[in-house]
């Protein structure tokens, strides 16, 4: 568990990646619907100046996961260019849900994504309580417990192109996630797709029909 020296520490990088922003990022994220209104909501920025422990991912995308209380306990960090690994953390970081804040919305209803990007589509873009999970391999047990008490919680995977083994990652997702949910309930996208894919093809009133919500 992190002191609150180390979450204190991580808000204030948070704060200072966001305010840092440069415009490859910016550009970045307007490609891809985001707009800075929402980029700055949720903290998104840049890694500029980093912590000891963020050098390695030096003038990426950092993406905070903070808590209700408006507190940081982790980062996620993505690339902008096309090399390889896409995605990043600090060593040693543990998992935690993204978009937990959303939790305490008054709903009968939630998304879970699988992707934090994703999850600000449908939280901030459009209007739906939506929490974020980073692949199935990151699904821990006790989340299922945060999401008790809603009438519908619809899981939604990234439609991947099956690899070579036929494995496909977001269909693994959905089934583990409505395995381990009560009223959940698996939405497909279009093959090859995720939901910030859909979104910008379709636009929040496209995905929305997909997912079967309206905006509160």
Request: hydrophobic share 35%.
């Amino acid at each position: 568990m992190l002191t609150e020296e180390q979450k204190k520490s991580l808000t204030e990088a948070a704060y200072h990646y966001r305010n840092n922003m440069d415009e490859i990022t910016s550009l970045f994220l307007a490609e891809r619907g985001i707009p800075e209104s929402v980029a700055k909501h949720y903290g998104l920025g840049t890694v500029t100046e980093p912590l000891a422990n963020h050098i390695h991912v030096e003038g990426w995308l950092s993406i905070p996961y903070w808590t209700a209380n408006r507190e940081v306990v982790g980062f996620k960090f993505r690339r902008l260019d096309d090399l390889k690994p896409k995605y990043a953390q600090a060593t040693g970081q543990k998992t935690h849900l993204y978009n937990v804040s959303d939790i305490l919305k008054p709903s009968d209803k939630i998304v879970v994504c699988e992707g934090e990007l994703d999850t600000i589509i449908v939280s901030g873009i459009c209007g739906i309580p939506a929490v974020g999970c980073p692949g199935v391999s990151n699904w821990k047990p006790h989340y299922s417990r945060l999401l008790e008490g809603y009438q519908q919680i619809i899981v939604v995977g990234d439609n991947d192109i099956p690899k070579e083994d036929g494995v496909n990652p977001g269909a693994e997702f959905n089934k583990r996630l409505t395995q381990e949910l009560d009223e959940a309930v698996a939405i497909t996208l279009p093959e090859g797709m995720d939901i910030n894919e859909v979104y910008i093809n379709e636009g929040a009133e496209g995905l929305m029909k997909r997912l079967g919500v309206s905006s509160e």
